[in-house]
């Protein structure tokens, strides 16, 4: 009987260990749904809303400017932001904020990408942090699904002005 | 092929089976062949599919080996030494200064570094050079490390690009796998002398 169980147990523990890690790959390579929280991405994302996010456009390297990203928060690696990617490697990015009287640009780093909410007044970004690794984007947000009224692509950032062309 | 009948199925049962089984049989060969070919390659495809999984998430969550290049680790890791690394630590946030870790780098995403901790995060750390006059300090900010080579003339670390992200850190290197050539004299044959390689095992020296 003691065997039984223990046969039992262990033909358990490696169902679950498999279908764990091949949902853990489904994540990672795929993408998955998330719960997006906090006013920095605003009116596009509000606090609460469902999303879903893949993760194929990361391991491709095709993260484009303008798509919305989770990414590996900088400052605290047990959390994930979400927020707009303003510049890639190279792009010339203005790092002051829309209230200060001079403005100051710089060149974003290679290998790293420059993040702003859409929310300016209410986000601590790229402007708080400096340019962020691309190693840290886990996914980019290509649909909302929740709120219903809402439901489909997300819009174009509001601040269209941020996006310098040179 | 054919079904076996059961008793409900009523008198006719056994003629529809029998229709069923000759109907099979009179299928063409060589659809049966594609479709058992069909089958037998989704099987591989999905044992494949589920192995590798479970090999990327012991390499992900457990540890891996790992081929080092380079001389900015040098002398504890010299060019092509294979060491053994472990992802517990970063997962449990248990990397501690003075470790070595392997980091997704932060100028090229596609490449891995392997460094040495100096400061974790609130740490005061030197970051000028050992020939600089003047010397500077600074403190590691909140969720980021400062990483430097054991080689300090050759190698470019967190005195070039600043503290990096914890959240780059994919592995901590335990072991170190050492090759060596040695010459081992068989006693009751002096003149035969034989080549071969001995592996050993040694913990990294970590002070």
Known sequence: MLRNALGKAFRFLGYTVQYGCIAHCAFEYLGGIVVCSGPSMEPTIQ?????????????????????IVIVKSP?????????????????KVCTSNPSDFLKSHSYVPKGHVWLEGDNLRNSTDSRCYGPVPYGLIRGRICLKLWPLNDFGFLRASPNGHRFLDD
């Open 47 to 67: 606090n609460s809303d469902i999303v879903f996010s893949e993760s194929l456009s990361r391991h491709f390297y095709c993260i484009r400017k303008g798509d």
């Open 75 to 91: 400052n605290d690696p047990k959390s994930n932001i979400c927020k707009r990617v303003i510049g890639l490697e190279g792009d």
